[in-house]
């Protein structure tokens, strides 16, 4: 009989079409709707697969790995973040692990320039006025903000998506490139141009500071009271990458005592985050719902490339993204 594969998600159909048409694998689907598959449910339907597909909303950790039991073989996650997963517990009982970066770089990137943009230029507040009644007249200094142009942008973990947000960032004049990461990069910074700091002075002399690590230990509330309060208050936050790098506590305090300027956060913790939460009642602080991959393009090529690697993991070939411990 064919290998087994849970699927904790309705993803998108380029993925299922490929499982379905590879006739390698039998998959059950939680689609009963568009809503993560309640944990004791999980739990329940993972009893003994070969193959799981999960999404970032599932915790693949030690008592979901039992549940599944010793069938499984492979996880692949139709995500590029991997905070979800407990490496550890995998690597433990052997099972491979597929991910999906590179298709969602340019979508990214994307959405991090136009949340940057939409932060520094104040965008929502401004259809806000526009349509409340606060347009009353031109006005020289109102909802004023802050310039790309001659300006230093600092990359907090430099990877594929930081590089792609500095190559789409350059055209709007971009004076100076700078990033901090655990060691420098210097074939993907030369592609920018960008110069290797510490985190302090990433902190210190940046305009504009884009978040594009991933969350580990390492990065674990990275952006904290520490960080904040180095950075000029004439300076703009962005956060892409995950929740859980920023102390949102800290960031609320230096947002509402105009420490720093603004914040966009395509991430936060929890998700959603509670709609009487303090971050919401600031104007300078924009919050999306973790969107940056959202687009139809990127959502199937992820579903594609889950899928595909979940085929390649259980034939025992490798992925065509995995990560390796
Ligand atoms: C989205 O946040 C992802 O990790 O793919
Ligand atoms: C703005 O619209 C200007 O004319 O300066």
């Not at 709007?172 to 302090?200: C, G, H, M, Q, W």
């Not at 085929?311 to 070939?317: A, D, I």
Request: proline share 5%; with cysteine.
């Amino acid at each position: 009989t064919l290998p087994r594969v849970y699927i904790t998600r309705q993803i998108p159909p380029e993925g299922l079409k490929i499982l379905r048409q590879s006739g390698e694998v039998q998959f059950e689907l939680w689609d009963s709707d568009d809503t993560p598959v309640p944990r004791k449910e999980l739990l329940k339907r993972v009893k003994g697969v070969d193959g799981l597909v999960c999404v970032l909303t599932e915790k693949v950790d030690a008592e979901l790995l039992d549940a599944a039991g010793p069938n499984l073989k492979v996880v692949s996650t139709m995500s590029v973040g991997f905070d979800h997963l407990s490496l550890d517990e995998l690597k433990k009982r052997g099972i491979r692990v597929g991910y999906t970066p590179d298709v969602l770089t340019d979508s990214v990137a994307e959405l991090t320039v136009a949340l940057l943009l939409t932060t520094s230029r104040r965008l929502i507040e401004a259809t806000h006025e526009a349509k409340t009644g606060g347009w009353g007249t031109w006005r020289t200094l109102w909802l004023c903000g802050y310039e790309l142009a001659n300006s230093t942008v600092g990359i907090l973990g430099l990877g594929r998506i930081g590089v792609a947000i500095a190559e789409r960032l350059a055209p709007f004049k971009v004076k100076k490139f700078i990033y901090t990461d655990v060691v420098p990069r210097p074939e993907l910074a030369s592609a920018i141009n960008a110069e290797y700091v510490s985190l302090d002075e990433l902190s210190k002399q940046s305009d504009f500071l884009t978040v594009c690590c991933s969350l580990t230990p390492e990065t674990k509330e990275i952006c904290n009271r520490n960080l904040f309060s180095k950075m000029k208050n004439t300076s703009i936050f962005i956060n892409t990458s995950r929740g859980g790098v920023v102390n949102q506590e800290d960031l609320f305090e230096a947002l509402s005592t105009g420490q720093i300027a603004g914040a966009g956060l395509d991430v936060t913790v929890p998700e959603p985050l509670p709609i009487n939460h303090p971050l919401f009642t600031l104007k300078n602080c924009v919050i999306l719902p973790h969107i940056a991959s959202a687009t139809y393009t990127t959502r199937n090529a992820m579903s594609a490339l889950a899928a595909n690697n979940l085929l390649l993991g259980l034939r025992g070939e490798p992925m065509i993204k995995e990560i390796k411990q």
